[in-house]
């Protein structure tokens, strides 16, 4: 079981029928299995999803990896691959073992030193690549600070600016504008340092929507924003003046079509692959699910109490995507699932049920989210615990390891954004 503290969790009949949906949706985007039903070799053809490449029709074989999951992905691939990998560059947040890969266990949320001296390391190897090359980019959720090849602001400068832009409520679309004018790697800049080789990102997608130009910063995709949006977004949040940022610090992404027209990009998973598989379970169970989205988007906060609005009695309600938090007072710990979880509270009544947690089995903190029902709310009430003052604090870790209702995974090799279930019997 991915979910370790199942049991525990396990206090009701509704419960045990949500962790079983969450267990389904974990399990269908593992490495393994998304891998097997994607890629194949065939002598020297490889063959993702429909599209084919003769391998004999190149001199070397490559492949680079950035993104929290994508080192479980590449560790897959590479045994498809074997003798036919000349060699690679993997960088992801828990440690994997590989044959032909160099490995780099690096840091986020925020970027650092291992990250912007690994990617420094790969686009030095790949300095003198030629048409005959071809090079696999696996690309997940996260690569936007695993992958790191700052423009002009040192690294400083740069951790401050994705703390900044983390606590200020902007989206991820917004966040990775800026990233993307920040950068030599994001917003196409990894093509066009790749070109004239055959390129092949394979991409997981955190993003709501799956805008392939978004996740990880679209380093491999053409960018249609510009550096005056940059500017504007980071306005917005009133960061450039607090930052003391210019013009200057921002580069214009590569608007060429000379840097693309070897590239390909294939969307290999997205969270539609675990709504799919929740929605399968729980006709497994007997139940009728509904997904209501796939790119849901808002405030953690309001979440909870939207989706607990739009759900049936008798059905269940499935949601990915990716809330916001906007820290006003002094932060606690927690993440976006919890805080979900944690503002629905009051909307319970004793057929209601939900669960929020991250693909990726780290919800900013040891928890991948949280499960809540009127047992949650009863144990706060013994322990004279006021979730209100939690929320104003962001300090939801501390409340649901208080109430015991953390779901608990431990980081995955797999990222899909987050997962909402509600369920009302």
């Avoid at 090079?135 to 996260?142: H, S």
């Avoid at 992958?147 to 040192?154: A, G, K």
């Avoid at 917005?236 to 013009?247: A, F, I, M, P, R």
């Amino acid at each position: 079981m991915l979910i370790k503290n199942f049991d525990p969790l396990n206090k009701t009949p509704e419960r045990k029928i949500c962790l079983d949906i969450a267990e389904a949706a974990l399990e269908s985007i593992q490495p393994q299995n998304i891998i097997q039903k994607n890629i194949s070799l065939n002598e020297s053809i490889l063959t993702i999803q429909d599209r084919t490449s003769d391998l004999k029709n190149f001199d070397r074989v490559f492949l680079l990896s950035f993104g929290k999951g994508s080192a479980g992905l590449s560790k897959e691939i590479e045994k498809i691959l074997g003798n036919l990998l000349t060699k690679g560059y993997a960088i992801d947040l828990e440690p994997e073992q590989f044959t032909k890969i160099d490995f780099t266990q690096g840091t986020h949320p925020l970027p650092s030193e291992i990250n912007i001296n690994f990617t420094k390391k790969a686009i030095q190897q790949f300095n003198n690549l030629t048409i005959k090359d071809i090079i696999i980019v696996v690309i997940a959720g996260g690569g936007s600070v695993l992958f790191e090849n700052p423009y002009r602001v040192n690294l400083e400068k740069l951790i401050e600016i994705n703390k900044s832009l983390l606590f200020s409520g902007a989206t991820i679309t917004e966040m990775n504008v800026a990233r993307k004018h920040l950068s030599t790697v994001k917003g196409g800049g990894l093509a066009k340092l790749l070109s004239p080789s055959k390129v092949i990102s394979i991409i997981a997608s955190d993003v709501p929507g799956n805008d392939l130009s978004v996740i990880a910063s679209g380093p491999t995709v053409k960018d249609e924003t510009t550096k005056e949006q940059a500017l504007e977004i980071l306005k917005k949040y009133n960061l450039v003046e607090k930052l003391n940022l210019s013009e200057e610090d921002f580069l214009e992404t590569p608007k060429d079509d000379m840097y693309f027209v070897n590239t390909l990009n294939i969307l290999l998973l997205s969270n539609q692959t675990a709504l799919s598989a929740m929605k399968e379970k729980a006709k497994e169970l007997g139940l009728t699910a509904e997904i209501f989205s796939d790119k849901f988007q808002g405030e953690a906060k309001l979440a909870g109490k939207e989706l607990i609005e739009r759900t049936s009695s008798g059905k269940i309600l499935l949601a990915g995507g990716e809330t916001t938090v906007k820290v006003l007072n002094k932060r606690g710990q927690g993440g976006r699932n919890q805080e979900v979880v944690l503002a629905a509270l009051p909307y319970l009544d004793s057929n209601t049920t939900i669960a929020s947690f991250d693909s990726d089995g780290w919800d900013n903190s040891s928890f991948a989210g949280a499960i809540g029902d009127l047992e949650t709310v009863k144990k706060a009430e013994g322990l004279n615990f006021d979730p209100k003052e939690y929320l104003k604090n962001n300090n939801t870790l501390s409340f649901f390891e208080k109430t015991g209702d953390g779901i608990i995974t431990g980081r995955l090799p797999s990222n899909v954004s987050d997962l909402m279930i509600v369920f009302k019997k």
